[in-house]
Nanobody, 119 residues
Framework: VQLQASGGGLVQSGGSLRLSCAAS????????MGWYRRAPGRQRELVAG???????NYADSVKGRFTIARDNAKNTVYLQMNNLKPEDTAVYYC??????????????WGQGTQVTVSS
């Protein structure tokens, strides 16, 4: 299984970006999918998560600005980021809890995509 993330870039404060992450390979189903980020000098943190039923959760710092969504038919998770702030600058990673066999879920990570917000 591979996760391919895309959509990062450079944007001015107040701008928007949309990240995408597509899972491919031997996939029976995917339970949770999520986005994490790691800013320079900081630990990786959860940004947003979504389970197969659609329930979502967000870090307090992004609530009201970021929206996570998924397309189960495409095994893809999205992160719409609005009103971006310089403190959102980080490398963003997607992950997914994938069932490639019925009883053995595994967590996979994407390669990371850089988001830079200028002030």
């Amino acid at each position: 299984v591979q996760l391919q993330a895309s959509g990062g870039g450079l944007v001015q404060s107040g701008g928007s970006l949309r990240l995408s992450c597509a899972a491919s390979g031997t996939i029976i189903s995917i339970n949770g999918m999520g986005w994490y980020r790691r800013a320079p000098g900081r630990q990786r943190e959860l940004v947003a998560g979504i389970i197969s039923g659609g329930t979502t959760n967000y870090a307090d710092s992004v609530k009201g600005r970021f929206t996570i969504a998924r397309d189960n038919a495409k095994n893809t998770v999205y992160l719409q980021m609005n009103n971006l702030k310089p403190e959102d600058t980080a490398v963003y990673y997607c992950n997914a809890n994938v069932y490639s066999s019925p009883l053995n879920p595994q967590i996979y990570w994407g390669q990371g995509t850089q988001v830079t917000v200028s002030s």
